[in-house]
């Protein structure tokens, strides 16, 4: 056994000896097996990463009304409003449509959800991309006016079909008073707001052109009282004669800061249209005569700084309106224990001396707003 162990052990060695060295040569030359699914992951990670696709960006709005068309039916007795909305991406949009001073009396299609909101009927959506919105408003008989709040809309116009025999359309805005007498497409402004629209007779609408120039109204007398307690809360209001012949608006520009609280108009309340700007509209139905008076009472607040104890200044000042006024009269009380003295853009009344406060009056105006810069001192006593 022993003597085959070596022969064995010899023959091994001699083998080892002569078996080929390896080599970068000899490896080219080599075969290597691996499955399919190995070599698929070692070709994926030889390519180079594709980079993530870029974010697409948001709209800068992500929804809004882009036309507003007003038809006017008078046969009907309506204004059909046809309207294209648009949401730019997905989610839910409130897209305000137009002002709550005229409520709506029927919409299409009538699956469609309308809220009122921030004093706007608006349309609550999840659909993206564009819509299109019927809403159709009482036309009020002649004389009365149909007021429309328009929502601010790229695209805003008032299409005239026809007009009924012998009557013609005042179109109001603001100041701005449009006579339409025939079938037509008239703008409306994209900035929104108020507009009024009277079916009138053709010869009262001849009678007001030839008067030219003349003032559609004027102020005949306002009365106002403000009353400012010592942590500077101040309370104003007014009660303004409004003569006029036709339909016609105050407006009326408040004081900065100022904050609207009531308005009545001739006993009822109204809500005035307002713009950004503290300015509002009061609309003036038409008067049953020629040369009526309408009377507006209307109430605001402010908040000044605190009264000082000794002595001193507080600026107040009325509301501004571009209608003639022949005599406003202003009464300014602080509370008792204050000596009163002012300079400013009105007069002094001397004749309500023995009535408490300051007794002030600007006559004979147009678009000026009544300013007073009031002195207050501490009443001494001997």
Known sequence: MKPLLILLLGAGSLLAQNQPRVTSATLDDSEVRIT????????????PKESAPEAKP????????LSSLYRLDSKAGAIIA??????????WHLIPITGTGSGAISVEPKDARIVVND???????????????????????????????LAASPVAALDV????????????????????TQAGTHAFPATGGAVTLILEDTRKAAQSHLAGSIDDAIISAGTYTTQVV??????????????????????????????LLQCHVNGEPVRPSASDANRI??????????????????????????????????????????????????????PATYDLTFTGNVDAITDKATEPGLHLRKSLSRDQQPQARITYRKRTTN
């Not at 948001?58 to 009304?65: D, I, T």
């Not at 942590?231 to 408040?254: C, M, W, Y």
């Not at 509209?281 to 908040?303: Q, R």
């Open 58 to 65: 948001k709209p800068p709005v992500s929804a809004a009304l």
């Open 281 to 334: 509209e009061i609309p003036l139905d038409d008067p049953t005569t020629d040369g009526a008076e309408s009377e507006v009472k209307l109430s605001f607040t402010a908040t000044l700084a605190a009264l000082q104890t000794a002595e001193g200044e507080l600026d107040l000042a009325l509301p501004q309106t571009p209608l003639f006024a022949k005599q406003i009269d202003w009464n300014v009380q602080l």
């Open 119 to 149: 004093e706007h009927l608006c349309l609550v959506t999840d659909q993206t991309g564009a819509q299109t919105l019927k809403l159709t408003f009482p036309l009020h008989s002649e004389g009365l006016g149909t007021v429309l709040h």
């Open 230 to 259: 010592r942590d500077g809360s101040v309370l104003t209001e007014g009660a303004i004669i409004v003569r006029h012949d036709h339909p016609a608006k105050l407006v009326l520009q408040l004081p900065e800061a100022a904050k």
């Open 161 to 180: 079909p026809e007009l009924p025999e012998n009557k013609v359309l005042r179109l109001q805005h603001g100041s701005t008073t449009k006579t339409i």
């Open 36 to 47: 399919y699914g190995e070599l698929k992951r070692l070709v994926a990670a030889t390519l």
């Open 82 to 91: 046809e309207m294209q909305v648009e949401s730019f991406d997905a989610g």
